[in-house]
């Protein structure tokens, strides 16, 4: 009788740290941080994802943000900014590996933001937003920033 209260009080024991790693390590329930939308003045970086990066040309910051699993794209971001403050003409450009692929419409303000919702597999290879500015009489290609999109 003594080994036996012996042996149940050792199961008990382990069967109760089990059940306790058990519930440390569950995930947890709660829903992630919703992500929050540029209003007036956002910061001259978009905040990663997926794959994300800029580059700073002459007078503009150019960056690309690409949602996604893999091959599978969910959405691409580019964004162009004043890296003085002063207001331009912008718009932005998107190649994938095959060449170009999508405009945003032009705008004017220190800064431009365009959302492209893909929702698809993509032809793996470099994905390229091509910031342009407008000053003087023309268009001016400023400052390009890429990802690959791979497996």
């Not at 050792?10 to 919703?34: D, M, Q, R």
């Not at 945003?104 to 597999?121: C, E, F, M, P, V």
């Not at 390229?128 to 000053?135: L, N």
């Given at each position: 009788?003594?080994?036996?209260?012996?042996?149940?009080?050792?199961i008990?024991?382990?069967?109760?740290?089990?059940?306790?790693?058990?519930?440390?390590?569950?995930?947890?329930?709660?829903?992630?941080?919703?992500?929050?939308?540029?209003?007036?003045?956002?910061?001259?970086?978009?905040?990663?994802?997926?794959?994300?990066?800029c580059h700073?040309?002459?007078?503009?910051?150019?960056?690309?943000?690409?949602?996604?699993?893999?091959?599978y794209?969910?959405?691409?971001?580019g964004?162009?900014?004043?890296?003085?403050?002063?207001?331009?003409?912008?718009?932005?450009s998107?190649?994938?590996?095959?060449?170009?692929?999508?405009?945003?419409?032009?705008?004017?303000?220190t800064?431009?933001?365009?959302?492209?919702t893909?929702?698809?597999?993509?032809p793996a290879?470099?994905?390229?937003?091509?910031?342009?500015v407008?000053?003087?009489?023309?268009w001016?290609h400023?400052a390009t920033?890429?990802?690959n999109?791979?497996?």
């Amino acid at each position: 009788m003594h080994q036996l209260n012996r042996t149940t009080t050792k199961i008990g024991l382990a069967v109760a740290v089990t059940l306790a790693l058990l519930a440390v390590a569950a995930p947890s329930s709660a829903a992630p941080a919703a992500r929050t939308e540029k209003v007036s003045n956002p910061p001259l970086s978009i905040s990663p994802q997926s794959a994300s990066g800029c580059h700073d040309g002459n007078v503009t910051q150019t960056c690309i943000d690409i949602e996604g699993k893999g091959l599978y794209t969910r959405s691409i971001e580019g964004y162009v900014a004043s890296l003085n403050g002063s207001k331009y003409d912008f718009y932005l450009s998107v190649y994938g590996p095959w060449g170009h692929w999508f405009n945003s419409a032009a705008a004017r303000g220190t800064y431009l933001d365009h959302h492209w919702t893909i929702d698809k597999n993509l032809p793996a290879g470099n994905y390229c937003v091509f910031g342009y500015v407008y000053y003087g009489d023309a268009w001016h290609h400023d400052a390009t920033a890429c990802k690959n999109v791979h497996k």
